[in-house]
């Protein structure tokens, strides 16, 4: 069975940082891309960062470049979110997803992050 379980999120002051985690199961992400989005109360799902596993190719939104940080270990398994200097406007639920083509079919079932300002 596929499962993808996120983990790392909680409350936090802004300024602050969290490391969210993404460990696969029944999938090696290896031959994925994975990537990690979020989704606000009353908002889009939108693509926060995503990494090619076999590249090493990462790319941002331009709302978290700098401040945030995708990374892959193959050993783990596991997929990771450094997310530094938080403000108020990254209060989500943030989703971990991987994909084999074009579209994200495979998603976990979220964790929350809340900044407080």
């Known amino acids: 069975q596929v499962q993808l379980v996120e983990s790392g999120g909680g409350l936090v002051q802004a300024g602050g940082s969290l490391r969210l985690s993404c460990a696969a199961s029944?999938?090696?992400?290896?031959?994925?891309?994975t990537g990690w989005f979020r989704q606000a109360p009353g908002k889009e799902r939108e693509l926060v960062a995503e990494?090619?596993?076999?590249?090493?190719?990462?790319s941002y939104a331009d709302s978290v470049k700098g401040r945030f940080t995708i990374a892959s270990d193959n050993a783990k398994n596991t997929m990771y979110l450094q997310m530094n200097s938080l403000n108020p406007e990254d209060t989500a639920v943030y989703y971990c997803?991987?994909?084999?083509?074009?579209?994200?079919?495979?998603w976990g079932q979220g964790t929350q992050v809340t900044v407080s300002s």
């Open positions: 990494i090619t596993w076999s590249s090493g190719t990462t």
């Open positions: 029944g999938l090696t992400f290896a031959t994925y891309s």
């Open positions: 997803a991987a994909r084999r083509f074009s579209r994200y079919n495979l």
